[in-house]
């Protein structure tokens, strides 16, 4: 009996180990390292220090596990000159629009993240909360656009990322712009290839979908 016990105690604790592993989350090196292997490298003169901001470190990371991290990824650093940490996505907040170069600031930063793919050039925006008028003109590809916005207190026309995919159907580019929910007011938009969606959300487990703005952003 002693030694059936014995073995019934061995196989138990370590099939509690084994659920233990399979069951643990993943730490903040081994999700960097995930991101890093998918392509997801920072941008010269940043660390994992960069990362690494919130109040309680790491466990932040493992609370969220993935999600943080790729929402963290799309930000910039939270010092001068405000370095994206990578070209890989962008963490936008909705609520950003004050201003004449609002819209500028939008458009520079859906272009940073296509690789080249979407150039937006000679980019100018008109923003009037009061008159309640705003708009966007750029050139791509030697086509001139001028985009009529939706103005709506200091909130984003979401119809812009729309638009955005539109032009990426148009030119017939390898990536596609992609939306990630992150809860809150802002989310992260991606640009990546069928390919490179199915290695993220396999490796992270995120929700990450092609963007359609409406329904998701408006």
């Not at 907040?93 to 272009?111: P, Q, T």
Request: proline share 2%.
């Amino acid at each position: 009996m002693g030694i059936i016990t014995g073995l019934l105690g061995l196989f138990g604790c370590n099939s509690k180990t084994n659920a233990d592993k399979k069951n643990s989350k993943p730490t903040f090196e081994e999700q960097f390292e995930t991101f890093k292997q998918l392509g997801f490298t920072l941008n010269q003169g940043i660390d994992t220090s960069d990362i690494n901001r919130w109040k309680n470190k790491h466990k932040e990371f493992e609370d969220q596990p993935y999600h943080l991290m790729y929402q963290t990824l799309g930000s910039t650093i939270e010092r001068e000159p405000w370095t994206p940490l990578t070209n890989k996505c962008w963490d936008f907040d909705l609520e950003a629009i004050e201003d004449h170069g609002a819209y500028v600031d939008i458009m520079k930063n859906i272009s940073r993240i296509t690789n080249g793919e979407l150039l937006f050039e000679n980019i100018e925006d008109y923003v009037n909360i009061e008159e309640g008028k705003a708009w966007v003109s750029f050139t791509c590809k030697g086509d001139s656009y001028k985009w009529e916005l939706k103005v709506d207190n200091d909130w984003a026309d979401g119809g812009i990322f729309d638009k955005v995919q539109t032009l990426a159907d148009k030119y017939k580019t390898k990536g596609r712009f992609t939306f990630f929910n992150t809860g809150g007011q802002d989310f992260v938009l991606g640009y990546y290839t069928s390919e490179e969606l199915e290695k993220i959300r396999q490796a992270t487990g995120l929700e990450i979908v092609w963007l359609k703005a409406k329904g998701q952003i408006h």
